[in-house]
């Protein structure tokens, strides 16, 4: 330390602060969901933003009494809602020494050694993928900022391909693909061309190449840069036809981009490696090791084939940043945003910790436990299964009931702790859906789960999951 010190020194303070969180980390979570609406929550806060402060043991106080009791814990193995988490120990503990070293992650110069760690995770989940060793990419906030940055970086190569822009870009999706693709045509102000899912919703080759033909002999000369292909869709874990749609990607080259942010993480899974057929001719794709690698938030791996075309859309250059040197890749040239912080290195050091044999044995475990809870709503009369799962979401129905049973339910379960699952929709229908990610997930836990859904739906709450 050279120099006085500025900020007030509290070891105390700082040793709370560390022992809460080696408390979270170890201790388990609260798997009560207690969202409160916000003038509740306000005044137990007070206010907090003041000339003075209100002091760290305050602060913290606030934190651990009145903030955390009204979020819900995302690592709880019963939480089956969403997409839920379940990072390791290592991870989070982890997580703590990556904001400790405070590095900057955004250009080699200034994180090379953090950007090095994180390269041999990407490199390990593209060697997953199938893909050359020259592929790379950087790891950027989740799989909303992956799939738009892909995406900027599918147009501009088309871009260069083209002699004149088109009257309007546009690249090829189902209605299935997660709706932060449509959000990345919002921002990038450029169409969307339906191509229409099968009966599981899965966008196939055939489908896709009628959608195309329709265009014109020539889609790319019209506009169309990419196809978005779901591995693993949100709400229904299904798998598109990977081989097939690379294989229409290829013929009219087009950019196939696949967004895998909950499923590409079954790549690691011998059983279901099938279903990823084709994912080797991909362009870039994107995976959330905060969703099903076990690590915690925020971390997606977007990762290109040809890592330059990430950099001819997306590095940034200004007279402040002529000394960034670029002879090595630069995470903040391959997506949107500058500043980084190291965040694929919580995932990292799990990897590393545990070896990539636990990792597929990890999953191995989840797929494993959707198949019996399968079983186990297959076995009940007062439940239907909607469709035999890709992967580990799982879609069903409570014969005879409607949305506003569902919901009270739902919101029964998830004050009571029991189980967080939320209904959704299949064809119009409401339905049920689980969604695994933890391998600390029982199924004999679920199973008791679908034995009460036997029962009548509990009187409905007024406010839903919003009010505690
Ligand atoms: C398939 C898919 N794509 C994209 C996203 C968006 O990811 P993120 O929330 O990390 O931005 C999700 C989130 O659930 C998803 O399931």
Known sequence: MTGERFWP???????????????????????????RPARD??????DTVVPDGIGGHEALRLFTQVMVPATRAQDNPMNLAYVPAAPTEASLVFDLAVSAAEMFAGTWEAGAGAIAAENQALAWLAG????PTTAGGCFV????????????????????RLDAAPDRWRFAA????????????????????????????RMTGDALAAVLDAVGDDPLADGVFAVVASAGTTNAGVVDDLAGIAEVCRTRGLWLHVDGAYGAAALVAPSVAHL?????????????????????YDCCALVYREPEHGMAAHAQFADYLEAVDRAEWNPADLAVHLTRRARGLPFWFSLATHGTDRYRDAV??????????????????????????????????????????????SVHHARAGTVLCV?????????????FVNPATRASVVAAVLDGLADDPPSPVPGGHRRA
């Open 128 to 131: 997953l993928a199938g893909w």
């Open 41 to 46: 929550l306000a005044a137990d806060l007070g």
């Open 423 to 435: 209904p959704t929709r299949w064809e119009g229908r409401p339905v049920l859906r689980l969604c």
């Open 364 to 409: 191995e475990t989840v797929l494993a436990t959707t198949r019996a809870v399968v079983d186990e709503v297959r076995a009940r009369d007062h439940l239907r299964l909607v469709m035999e799962p890709d992967l580990s979401v799982l879609l069903f129905e409570r014969v005879g009931w409607e949305m506003a049973d569902y919901e009270a339910w």
């Open 276 to 296: 990823f057929a084709g994912m080797e001719h991909a362009d870039s794709f994107v995976v959330d090791p905060h969703k099903w690698l076990f690590a915690p």
């Open 174 to 201: 189902t209605g299935d693909a997660h709706s932060s693709v449509r959000a990345a045509a919002t921002v990038m102000d450029c169409g969307v061309l339906d191509v229409p899912g099968d009966e599981r919703g």
């Open 141 to 160: 906030s989740g799989a909303t900022m992956g799939n738009l940055s892909a995406l900027v970086a599918a147009r501009e190569r088309a871009r260069t």
């Open 9 to 35: 020194h509290d070891e105390q303070l700082l040793r709370s602060v560390m022992d809460w969180s080696w408390r979270r980390i170890v201790g388990g979570q609260d798997p009560q969901a207690r969202a």
